[in-house]
């Protein structure tokens, strides 16, 4: 199962909006809507910032919003901050009863 | 308060063995699957398996890169989930998280998303 395509990196300025990538196939995000954002700071733990797509656990502020179209799932991060500078991985169920996350993008807050 | 704490990673050579642990608290264990995902030092991260809740069969699944090498089996009298790392080689060098899965609706059968994550516990393979 190969990894999900993101962006290496993206950046903004702070109240910017970006937007990051993930694109899979038919086989894992086109096919189900179980697609997950994870954001990660050096040293730290991944943080589960968005699932299912489009919905934001409680307590993730909602400048965070996922969508997806096909076989590509979005992360917009809006009124950009400089707290949201990470790393942010997509992840996807797969037809193969697996999982698989995306290749990383590194978000910097210029 | 949802808590997963790793442990029993450390340096081990090539072909060697090794035991990882996680243990659980602030939930009702036996409701959730457990899950296992990695990091290679710089690199990305990589799921390695789950165990079902015991509801649905406590049933395992593995990634391809591990399968026939790593085990994961579940206490719930404990709340603890286990990797079992055989044959290890020096690519599996990596943080290893224990994550929690969870679903919306449904039988949930195989976690939709990963809620909430342990500190990592660093396992390095070297001679």
């Known amino acids: 199962q190969s990894a999900l395509t993101q962006p290496a990196s993206v950046s903004g300025s702070p109240g910017q909006s970006i937007t990051i990538s993930c694109t899979g196939t038919s086989s894992d995000v086109g096919g189900y809507n179980y697609v997950s954002w994870y954001q990660q700071h050096p040293g730290k733990a991944p943080k589960l910032m968005i699932y299912d797509v489009a919905n934001r656990p409680s307590g993730v502020s909602n400048r965070f919003s996922g969508s997806k179209s096909g076989n590509t799932a979005s992360l917009t991060i809006s009124g950009l901050q400089a707290e949201d500078e990470a790393d942010y991985y997509c992840?996807?169920?797969?037809?193969?009863?697996?999982?698989?996350f995306g290749t990383g993008t590194k978000v910097t807050v210029v | 308060e949802v808590q997963l704490v790793e442990s029993g990673g450390g340096l081990v050579q090539p072909g060697r063995s090794l035991r990882l642990s996680c243990r659980a608290s602030g939930f009702p264990f036996g409701d959730y699957a457990l899950t296992w995902v990695r990091q290679a030092p710089g690199k990305g991260l990589e799921w390695v398996g789950f165990?079902?809740?015991?509801?649905?069969?406590?049933?395992?699944e593995y990634a391809a890169s591990v399968k026939g090498r790593f085990l994961i089996s579940r206490d719930d009298s404990e709340s603890i989930v286990y990797l079992q790392m055989n044959s290890l080689k020096i690519e599996d060098t990596a943080v290893y998280y224990c994550?929690?899965?969870?679903?919306?609706?449904?039988?949930?059968?195989?976690?939709?998303?990963?809620?909430?994550w342990g500190q990592g516990t660093l396992v390095t393979v070297s001679s």
């Open positions: 165990t079902r809740r015991i509801t649905v069969g406590g049933t395992i």
């Open positions: 994550t929690r899965g969870d679903c919306r609706g449904g039988e949930c059968s195989a976690p939709d998303f990963f809620d909430f």
């Open positions: 992840s996807s169920y797969t037809s193969s009863i697996t999982y698989v």
